[in-house]
């Protein structure tokens, strides 16, 4: 009976070391991918800029111009991905293009356009969000008697090259 407790009590405290040996075997590894995912994320807050803009208030600043077509205003730009507000009165037309290296992302906050995306017509309105892949040939004409007030996000950021008319 002796030699049953002995043992019992010998595999329990070799799980528990085993376990123990596991859980820092565990925090030696998440700390070290923890240490390896800080040296990725900037920590140093000069470095970075926060970019804060009402829409709203910029759309009204703005003047569009009936003879001058689409307004396009670089909003923020960074890294990884740019935006822009594009406004335009009705009868506006951005010409058919395709961006080769960025997607876009439109949405559309007042008016509306008729979208020509890969030879398919499609209406946005108030609330709508495309998702317009790179390569995918698409152009719009605003249409209706509101001014258009589109947000188009840009990843990677858009460089004014990346528009390829056709």
Known sequence: MKKIFVALSLAVLCTCVLALAEEQSYQSANLTERTSIEKQVNLNQSEFQLVLVNLIDLAQQKSVDTKDGLNITQVASGKNASVNLVMGPSGSILKMHY?????EITYCIKGQAVMN???KELVMKSGDLMYIPALTLHGSEVTGNETLQL??????PFDGKDRIYV
């Open 151 to 156: 947000i188009s996000i840009f990843t990677p």
């Open 99 to 103: 961006h080769q290296y960025s997607d």
């Open 117 to 119: 995306v890969s030879g």
